[in-house]
C-alpha cells in the first residue's frame, strides 16, 4: 500500500504533504507523535499546511489518534482501511513505543442497559518485547 492508494480510496486529492505524513507512518509499524511526524517529513511544510493535512487525514480515519496521558499523545495509519475495527494499544512503560494490536481480537463488552457505546478506548500498559528482553539479560 501507498499513499496514493490511501488519497484514492478515501477521494482525497494529492498533495505533498498528505503522501509525506503518510508515507512516514506507513514505513513504521509504531504510533508516532505530531513532532516526529514533522521532524521525519523531508520537507519543511509550513504549520499550517501540515495542520490542515494532519487534520484531513484524521476526520477521514486515515489516521487515529492515541492518548496516552495529557502529555504524550501519539498517532497510527489505519493499515486495514476497509475492514475498520476498534482495537487496543499497548504502550510500553519503559522505552515509550506506542503500537496498536489490531491483529488481538477484542472482547465484546456488554454493556448495561440504558447505556449506548460511541467508542471503546483501551490502553494496555506494560513491558515490549524489546524492553522485556533487556531486563532479562541483566
Ligand atoms: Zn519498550
Ligand atoms: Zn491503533
Known sequence: MKAIDVLNIHNLKRTSCREGIID???STNQ???ENDIRNQLS???D?????RSFKTLEEHKIIHKIIIDNQIIKYAIDKSITDKKGHAHFFCNHCHIVKCLDSVPMQEIQLPDGYAE???????KGTCPTCKKKYCNH
Do not use: P
Open 24 to 26: 512516514i507512518m506507513l
Open 47 to 51: 504549520r499550517t499546511t501540515f495542520y
Open 31 to 33: 504510533a508516532l507523535s
Open 118 to 124: 460511541d467508542e471503546i478506548d483501551i490502553l494496555i
Open 43 to 45: 520537507y519543511n511544510f
